[in-house]
């Protein structure tokens, strides 16, 4: 650590922060029971994860993984579809593995929390009403019942490293939880909808598409008012914003 001549922040809020410091990872966060669900599912999980190498609240610090992530929300993916496919197959035996204690929200918390945000885009002029009523409509099919399984519960695209056709681990697990195996697939597959059918094909059993495609929308209109009272911008190309059009 010592040698290192540069620090990197990779993402940093008012909530937490992540810098990388040679092949070292600190996480910071104000919150340690995340830091507690984060630990503990890495733990569980039944797929390569970043090795613990040290903790000392309120930081976290983890080994970087090696090769590079399958691809960055609003940007094409250079991974190969055998990638993206070997991506769906690690998240088939997550949620093959025994479930997490930390229960998920249900489908009714999850709609009146969406409900409260459509609300919020529409009174603050965020959003056209018909885009946001559009994709509540499409949002409604993933608010059905469930078999809880194991999710990662923010699989986004960056959070998953390839070398070459090969995953090397998952990053970012304080989300875990019990919860919908489609809710994992779509996120993995939000912005990137042209994968959608490797990564179905590499995780092996049916799906339901519209579940997957409701909850993109779903996902999209809960984002986007943390990202703007967070510095980030959802109407960045091919970020969320586009991706509630595309439904229009």
């Known amino acids: 650590m010592a040698a290192v001549e540069e620090v990197e922040v990779v993402v940093a809020h008012h909530e937490c922060a992540t810098l990388r410091v040679g092949d070292v990872f600190l996480k910071v966060d104000a919150d340690q029971t995340r830091t507690d669900v984060e630990v503990d599912a890495m733990a569980m ?3 390569p994860t970043p090795e613990v190498l040290w903790r000392k609240p309120p930081v976290l610090a983890l080994a970087a993984l090696p090769g590079t992530a399958l691809g960055r929300l609003g940007e094409p993916s250079n991974a190969s579809p055998a990638a993206w496919a070997a991506a769906g197959a690690a998240v088939r035996m997550l949620h093959e593995a025994p479930v997490p204690p930390r229960p998920g929200r249900s489908p ?8 409260g945000e459509c609300e919020w885009l529409v009174a603050n002029d965020v959003l056209p009403a018909d885009l946001v ?3 509540r409509r499409i949002a409604e099919a993933a608010l059905r019942p ?8 923010d699989l986004q695209v960056a959070h998953v490293f390839v070398d070459g056709d090969e995953i090397t681990g998952v990053l970012d697990w304080s989300e ?24 179905v094909a590499g995780y092996g059993t049916d799906v339901d598409l519209d579940v997957i495609r409701a909850w993109w929308s779903l996902r999209s209109l ?11 911008d959802p109407s960045a190309p091919g970020c969320e914003i586009d991706i509630l059009k595309a439904r229009m």
């Open 146 to 153: 469930w078999k809880p399984v194991f999710v990662h519960g």
């Open 45 to 47: 999980a039944p797929v």
């Open 133 to 135: 009523t559009r994709n």
């Open 108 to 115: 009714g918390e999850i709609a009146s929390h969406l409900d």
């Open 222 to 232: 809960q984002a986007v008012r943390w990202l703007v009272e967070h510095g980030f």
């Open 176 to 199: 875990a939880a019990q919860g919908d195996a489609l809710f994992d697939l779509a996120i993995l597959t939000l912005g990137h909808p042209e994968h959608l059918g490797d990564v």
